[in-house]
């Protein structure tokens, strides 16, 4: 990951943005105007607590499945993975790779159990056999800080995404971007909740896959639909020949970075079947094999559009060039925006419409999955904290969902600030970071809890904290946040843990402590509840 400074250039062909400019912002204001009038239009049928937070489970298992998809190709998945592999060959392509693995977990333990036991959050599920304040607590409290987490990749590249269309290079510009999406990612959830950001999500994806496709095909055009003869100009103007196209230009040179690597791929796998944002969706959907269905939907797209990484970013390296990508953006996040320029022409007014295309894509879907974060995070403070814990169960509809929009609003000032500081990185490394987190405090106690009958409430507190304190201690003395020149505070140095991603050691200790915590605990776990709870998530009888 790296920090891009003000002196960096930030457009390679100057020329030919400033001259269509007004036409690149007309095009890129259309996109934004349309996102919010679906928004507007969805809010208008939002009337109840299960519209707000589940959409009404009123969507097929197609609709959900493109709506993930649209959740799941984040900034990280577009902007992020096709920089990394424009600098960093195969393995950058490795991202691709762990995302779309991390499905079949998903798929195999996840979607179908926690669509039947939960009602709208993850809280529901751990709650039902466990002691409701202290567990909702803690998972509330994990979801807040893993939409964060997420939510600052998403920033980042807004922030890069936007300098590079309007020619901004300075550091007060960019924070004022971050804010930018900041406020319409608080509009979207307050006036459309669920519904809005579901159609919003679907919207998206069928664009983001559509010009993905279109810059996949012109980039395979211009080589003959030769792949070997893309791969291998790749290689030659990436100034690393053969070893661009094997493994160890990025990991594998030291033992940290194999140790690194390893924790990457562990935090990846793992990670999606416990991010906040995808858990939710399972429970927009009106039945059990919905949402079976939809991860099905979900998987396909997902595994179609990362294939096209491998355009996106060695066409990068071949027609853009390592030394352009960096100039504009040391992170390489502005490598798919630079080569739709490219491929449409630097200096026509066909690239600049392909790159104001691209990149309005790029921002919608970024406001798409700052909107599901968004919503994950508020409904679990509203759902669990507020209505659960701070009201024990007293709280009508009506106050849930104005709690919910009250946290939309504070955790969107939040993630503003947070997401300034982090706009020069990696946006895929922030997310990888974000997948660690998840793994190590979500995922060990939605296991034990859906399919070990001793597991009790001490095992899940500790390994929500245990897990979460862990995972975020270690970034924050890790070489992201401090010690190097591309660290997010580079004069600094207090990174005493060697790894970028703790997912090694995080994730193996939360399910250690959640294992220990209840054996250690002198809670009776019962055993009715527990078998209600696997009947439940098992055949979907007295599912919502």
Request: net charge positive; proline share 3%; hydrophobic share 55%.
């Amino acid at each position: 990951m790296s920090t891009v400074h003000p002196a960096a250039t930030l457009l390679a062909a100057p020329s030919a943005t400033t001259e269509h400019r007004p036409l690149i912002i007309t095009l890129f204001g259309c996109f934004v105007v349309a996102t919010l009038v679906i928004t507007v239009w969805a809010g208008r049928q939002t009337r109840s607590a299960a519209d707000f937070y589940a959409g009404g489970r009123q969507f097929s298992g197609f609709q959900n499945g493109l709506a993930i998809s649209g959740d799941y190709m984040s900034a990280a998945s577009f902007l992020g993975i096709a920089g990394a592999i424009a600098l960093f060959g195969y393995d950058g392509f490795l991202y691709s790779i762990g995302f779309l693995v991390a499905w079949l977990v998903a798929l195999l333990l996840v979607a179908e159990p926690l669509r039947n036991s939960g009602r709208f959050t993850m809280g529901d599920v751990l709650a039902y056999r466990m002691r409701q304040r202290p567990v909702r607590t803690a998972a509330g409290t994990s979801t807040i800080v893993v939409s964060i987490f997420y939510l600052l990749a998403q920033m980042a590249g807004a922030g890069v995404l936007v300098s590079l269309l309007l020619g901004i290079t300075s550091d007060a510009g960019k924070v004022g971007i971050v804010a930018l999406v900041g406020l319409l990612m608080i509009v979207y959830v307050t006036v459309g909740g669920m519904k809005g950001t579901t159609w919003v999500q679907m919207v998206k994806a069928v664009l983001l896959i559509a010009g993905t496709l279109l810059i996949t095909f012109l980039v395979l055009l211009k080589y003959g639909f030769n792949v070997s003869e893309l791969l291998g100009d790749a290689a030659e103007k990436s100034g690393k020949g053969a070893a661009f196209l094997e493994p160890g230009l990025k990991y594998g040179a030291t033992g940290t970075s194999k140790l690194d690597f390893l924790s990457l791929g562990i935090a990846l796998v793992l990670g999606t079947a416990g991010l906040p944002h995808i858990l939710i969706r399972f429970y927009t959907v009106p039945t059990a094999k919905a949402a079976r269905t939809s991860v099905n939907w979900a998987i396909g797209i997902i595994g179609a559009f990362y294939l096209m990484t491998i355009a996106l970013g060695f066409g990068a390296a071949a027609l853009v060039g390592p030394a352009e990508i960096t100039a504009s953006n040391k992170a390489g996040n502005t490598a798919a925006p630079l080569l739709a320029l490219h491929i449409g022409g630097e200096n026509s007014a066909g690239g600049a419409i392909l790159l104001a295309v691209i990149s309005a894509v790029a921002f919608a879907t970024i406001l798409a999955v700052v909107a599901g974060l968004t919503l994950a995070s508020s409904s679990s403070f509203a759902h669990d904290i507020y209505a659960n814990v701070i009201r024990k169960g007293h709280a009508s509809e009506k106050e849930e969902v104005r709690a919910a929009r009250w946290a939309t609003v504070l955790i969107g000032v939040v993630s503003i600030g947070l997401g300034a500081l982090a706009r020069d990185l990696n946006v895929a490394g922030l997310v990888a970071l974000a997948f660690a987190v998840a793994a190590s405090a979500n995922l060990p106690t939605i296991l034990y809890s859906l399919f070990w009958k001793r597991f009790t409430t001490q095992g899940a507190l500790w390994s929500i904290y245990g897990g979460l304190i862990s995972s975020v201690a270690l970034v924050l003395f890790s070489p992201v946040v401090s010690g190097k020149p591309t660290s997010m505070f580079p004069e600094a140095d207090f990174a005493w843990f060697p790894l970028e991603n703790p997912g090694l050691f995080s994730i193996p200790l939360g399910f250690l402590l959640g294992w220990l915590g209840s054996l250690l605990s002198r809670e009776t776990p019962d055993a009715g509840k527990y078998a209600e709870l696997e009947v439940k998530s098992l055949t979907g009888i007295g599912a919502h």
